[in-house]
């Protein structure tokens, strides 16, 4: 009889690629991940791997099992969540992958709220851009994944995910007191053009989301400074060496010396939702922490 740990294995390295990737995202070692297809492929009657250079590809046949496997580990893993779970004591571990202002203003208030009621769930969680905590999720690295999409930044969801909105967060544009822009109620991309830039690093959504802001002007804002950390970008422009393009949700208070000015034609807002595997849309766990992610979101001042 095939072992399901085995499947795991095969379905881990077709996904990632590799023996060692397959083992760091299921949590073994290469060495078990090698046994368990060798395990396989004994009682499977064929080879499932082939080397190629110094890696591996997988058989046609491999292919066929490891397709096999993940719907089979899918519905096992639904089974678990539904009817092997108490929908009335959400128990377990779960682990959340998540960009570092909902961190802050999302996940914070969240494992507050679990430890006060008690909740027999143990919560993990681990920041990261949007496009990686869709991945992990989808590959079963993460139980949840808290992501954004910019109206401008569409953010890619494969099919087997469910994505929940739960608020928009508008960002500011952030300025030093003695700014000439300051003192506005608001201000349009046109007026911004000239201004030097702290930026979230290259390629980040964050970072693509402020590109696009000028694109339709033919100009590439002057970006001095990158640093994925928005507290640096409040930092600087408190020291007057750049402007920045800082989301509400989790933003701290500001300093004295920094003025929030909203961006309008077309305001500068993000969606923030939540991301899980489709088989876990039952499991107690899962539906206890969404519901209070929606009770935090919907009261997030400012978002």
């Known amino acids: 009889m095939i072992d399901i740990g085995s499947l795991r ?28 297809v060798k395990k396989l492929e004994k009682e499977a009657g064929f080879a499932v791997l082939e080397r190629r250079g110094r890696g591996v590809l997988l058989t046609e046949r491999g292919l066929a099992l490891a397709a096999y496997g993940r719907r089979i580990l899918a519905e096992l893993e639904e089974l678990q969540s539904t009817l092997l779970a108490d929908p009335a004591k959400p128990s377990g571990s779960l ?4 960009f570092s202002t909902a961190c802050r203003g999302l996940v914070g208030p969240l494992l507050a709220r679990l430890e006060q009621s008690g909740a027999a769930l143990s919560v993990a969680v681990l920041a990261e851009d949007p496009r990686e905590a869709v991945a992990r999720v989808a590959n079963g690295e993460a139980d949840l994944g808290l992501v954004h999409n910019w109206n401008s930044v569409p953010l890619v969801i494969p099919e087997h995910l469910t994505l929940e909105w739960l608020c928009e967060d508008v960002a500011d544009l ?3 007191r003695s700014h000439p822009l300051a003192q506005r109620p608001e201000v349009e991309p046109a007026e ?8 979230t690093p290259a390629g980040a959504i964050c970072n693509e ?23 640096t970008h409040i ?6 060496v750049a402007v920045a393009l800082v989301p509400r949700l ?3 208070a500001l300093p004295s010396g920094v003025a929030a000015v909203p961006v309008v034609n ?9 991301v899980h595997r489709r088989t876990m849309t039952a499991s107690p766990g899962i539906r206890h922490v969404a519901g209070l992610l929606r009770e935090i979101a919907a009261s997030v001042p400012g978002a």
Request: hydrophobic content about 50%; proline content about 6%.
């Open 9 to 36: 294995a095969l379905a881990g390295i077709e996904q990632h690629g590799s023996v060692i990737a397959a083992a760091e995202a299921i949590g073994f070692s290469p060495s078990a991940v090698s046994q368990q």
């Open 95 to 98: 682990k959340i992958v998540s």
């Open 174 to 176: 952030l300025v030093h």
């Open 192 to 199: 911004l053009v000239d201004e030097e830039w702290i930026s």
């Open 209 to 231: 989301a402020l590109l696009r802001i000028f694109a339709d002007l033919g100009r590439v804002p002057d970006i001095r400074v990158y640093d994925p950390d928005f507290a």
């Open 235 to 240: 930092a600087l422009v408190e020291q007057g």
């Open 250 to 252: 989790g933003r701290p």
């Open 266 to 274: 077309p305001v500068q807002a993000r969606h923030v939702g939540l």
